[in-house]
């Protein structure tokens, strides 16, 4: 079955990212979203497109056709006329088994599941479901329209037909496969997780500030953005959820930092809340106004 409508659950930036990726490789994007935000995804998918169109990195045009292919709804009923479901919500086990049951009974009974999970592993979600042959672990790495490769796992029960839907729909969102074998947190969010509690530990232990330890780590390596500000975008919420699950499969050197559990105590959540270990604007970029004041 050819793959050309696909259904994307959660709205958040990395859903929109998919539905972003997708609907500009020509699928059609059903974007499911409930929840506090949710009405929010349609201005930031087309602010995302804008800041592309001031790049010249697409036209005007191509802006309005990929806009016009993502629909937004939260009526699940929609799922019975999907080719392929992508989850994309937080990584909690019990919100995304659910979630992935009720998509489950929905669905047509052939149509491919892919799981995003950054810190579970595919066969504990499957064994929730009836389509465990259906379910492969494809995990995007924000932000999605941008980063040219993904961590794809499976469990053993995952049929070689459902790996290859999965394979053909990367290909086509132009991204290269790492294959993993199953593991909590995969190779990207274990690295990066550690890189930001480290300079987090850093600056509660005084070593350095904030701007000074994220400019290290930035220019030493010559990163489009630091740790502190790709965790900022990414929520600190969410990057305290992943610690907090690797801590669980891993142990203690996956403990948060004090300032990550001060900061999400206090509702520094970063571009979400517009203010986490830097200060953000409306349009989401860091504002340097507040930071010279900080300094």
């Known amino acids: 079955m050819e793959t050309r409508r696909i259904a994307i659950l959660g709205s958040g930036r990395?859903?929109?990212?998919?539905?972003?990726?997708?609907?500009?490789?020509?699928?059609?994007?059903?974007?499911?979203?409930?929840?506090?935000?949710?009405?929010?995804?349609?201005?930031?998918?087309?602010?995302?497109?804008?800041r592309k169109l001031a790049k010249w990195s697409l036209t005007e045009s191509e802006k309005r056709v990929i806009l016009s292919r993502i629909s937004y709804t939260s009526d699940l009923k929609e799922l019975a006329n999907v080719d392929l479901l992508i989850e994309a919500t937080i990584d909690h086990f019990y919100t995304k088994q659910e979630l992935l049951r009720t998509a489950d009974r929905l669905c047509q009974p052939n149509v491919v599941f892919?799981?995003?999970?950054?810190?579970?592993?595919?066969?504990?979600?499957?064994?929730?479901?009836?389509?465990?042959?259906?379910?492969?672990?494809?995990?995007f790495i924000p932000p999605v329209p941008n980063v040219p490769l993904v961590e794809l796992s499976h469990s053993e029960d995952t049929s070689e037909e459902a790996i290859k839907v999965a394979e053909h729909f990367v290909a086509k969102l132009g991204k290269s496969i790492v294959y993993l074998q199953e593991s909590a947190g995969l190779i990207n969010p274990r690295a990066l997780v550690t890189l930001i509690n480290e300079g987090a530990?850093?600056?509660?232990?005084?070593?350095?500030?904030?701007?000074?330890?994220?400019?290290?780590?930035?220019?030493?390596?010559?990163?489009?953005?630091?740790?502190?500000?790709?965790?900022?975008r990414m929520g600190l919420d969410t990057i305290l959820h992943w610690m907090e699950q690797l801590q669980d499969a891993f142990g203690d050197r996956y403990a948060p930092a004090p300032l990550i559990?001060?900061?999400?105590?206090?509702?520094?959540?970063?571009?979400?809340?517009?203010?986490?270990f830097f200060a953000y604007t409306q349009d989401g970029l860091i504002d340097r106004t507040w930071q010279e004041q900080e300094d």
């Not at 999970?117 to 465990?132: D, E, H, K, Q």
């Open 14 to 50: 990395l859903g929109r990212g998919i539905a972003e990726n997708a609907a500009s490789k020509g699928y059609e994007v059903i974007l499911f979203s409930q929840g506090a935000g949710s009405q929010d995804a349609p201005h930031k998918i087309e602010q995302s497109l804008s």
């Open 114 to 139: 892919i799981l995003t999970s950054a810190t579970l592993c595919v066969s504990a979600i499957a064994r929730g479901i009836s389509r465990s042959d259906l379910l492969v672990g494809v995990h």
């Open 201 to 232: 530990y850093m600056v509660d232990e005084g070593v350095a500030d904030i701007p000074s330890v994220e400019k290290v780590l930035k220019e030493s390596w010559t990163m489009d953005q630091g740790p502190f500000e790709m965790a900022d």
């Open 261 to 276: 559990r001060r900061f999400v105590r206090t509702g520094r959540l970063g571009v979400k809340s517009n203010v986490g």
